[in-house]
T-cell receptor, first 114, second 112 residues
C-alpha cells in the first residue's frame, strides 16, 4: 500500500522568500505523484504532477517539484513566494497503471507574511 | 461549464438523522469520488465510482452509502448521522483515473 508523509504541518514565510514544502512517500511499486493546493474556503486544485519523464515538473505559477526515487521524495519549491500563495498544500500518490485511488498527505499550511 | 457542484454547502444534523449530499459534474467524467477532510488528517476517501452504475469502498466507508444512477451525479448518504461524521465533504471527478481530479467547493456538515 502507498502512504504519504508531509513533514511540516505549517510553514510560515515572508513574502519574496524561498520556500520548500516536504513530501515523502512509501510504495513498493512505481508511483505517480501530485501536489494539490487548497485556497481558503475552496476545493482542491491540481498544482502539478509527475507521471513519467523529466523528474522536475513545474506549475504555471512558479512552483516546481522534483521526483527523487532514491529518497522517495517529491518536495515542492518556489524561489519567491507571494501573499497570494497562502493556502494549504497536499501531496498525493497513486500506483502507476490501472489504479483507482489517490492517497493524500495530511497537508501543509503555507502562510506568507508581508 | 459549472465543473463540479455540491449541494448543500452547509448542513447541521442531529444525531440519528439522515441526509443525502449531491454531487454533479458536467465534464462527462467517468470517475467520481467522495472524500472527507478533517483537521490534520488530509483527505480520506469514503467511496468512489469508476462509471455509471458502479460504486466501491474507499478508506473510510462505514456509516455512508453511495449511488451513481446517472453518470453526472454521485450521491452520498448518511443513514444515521453521528457526531464523528462532522467534517467537510468534498466530491471530485476525473476523466480516466485518479490522476487529475476536479474538486467541488465542499459541504460543511455538523452533527450535534
Amino acid at each position: 500500500a502507498q502512504s504519504v508523509t508531509q513533514l511540516d504541518s505549517q510553514v510560515p514565510v515572508f513574502e519574496e522568500a524561498p520556500v520548500e514544502l516536504r513530501c515523502n512517500y512509501s510504495s513498493s511499486v512505481s508511483v505517480y505523484l501530485f501536489w494539490y493546493v487548497q485556497y481558503p474556503n475552496q476545493g482542491l486544485q491540481l498544482l502539478l504532477k509527475y507521471l513519467s519523464g523529466s523528474t522536475l515538473v513545474e506549475s504555471i505559477n512558479g512552483f516546481e517539484a522534483e521526483f527523487n526515487k532514491s529518497q522517495t521524495s517529491f518536495h515542492l519549491r518556489k524561489p519567491s513566494v507571494h501573499i497570494s500563495d497562502t493556502a494549504e498544500y497536499f501531496c498525493a500518490v497513486t500506483r502507476s497503471g490501472g489504479y483507482n485511488k489517490l492517497i493524500f498527505g495530511a497537508g501543509t499550511r503555507l502562510a506568507v507574511h508581508p | 461549464n459549472a465543473g463540479v457542484t455540491q449541494t448543500p454547502k452547509f448542513r447541521v444534523l442531529k444525531t440519528g438523522q439522515s441526509m443525502t449530499l449531491l454531487c454533479a459534474q458536467d465534464m462527462n467524467h467517468e470517475y467520481m469520488y467522495w472524500y472527507r477532510q478533517d483537521p490534520g488528517m488530509g483527505l480520506r476517501l469514503i467511496h468512489y465510482s469508476v462509471g455509471e452504475g458502479t460504486t466501491a469502498k474507499g478508506e473510510v466507508p462505514d456509516g455512508y452509502n453511495v449511488s451513481r444512477l446517472k453518470k453526472q451525479n454521485f450521491l452520498l448518504g448518511l443513514e444515521s448521522a453521528a457526531p464523528s461524521q462532522t467534517s467537510v465533504y468534498f466530491c471530485a471527478s476525473s476523466y480516466d483515473g485518479p490522476y487529475e481530479q476536479y474538486f467541488g467547493p465542499g459541504t460543511r456538515l455538523t452533527v450535534t
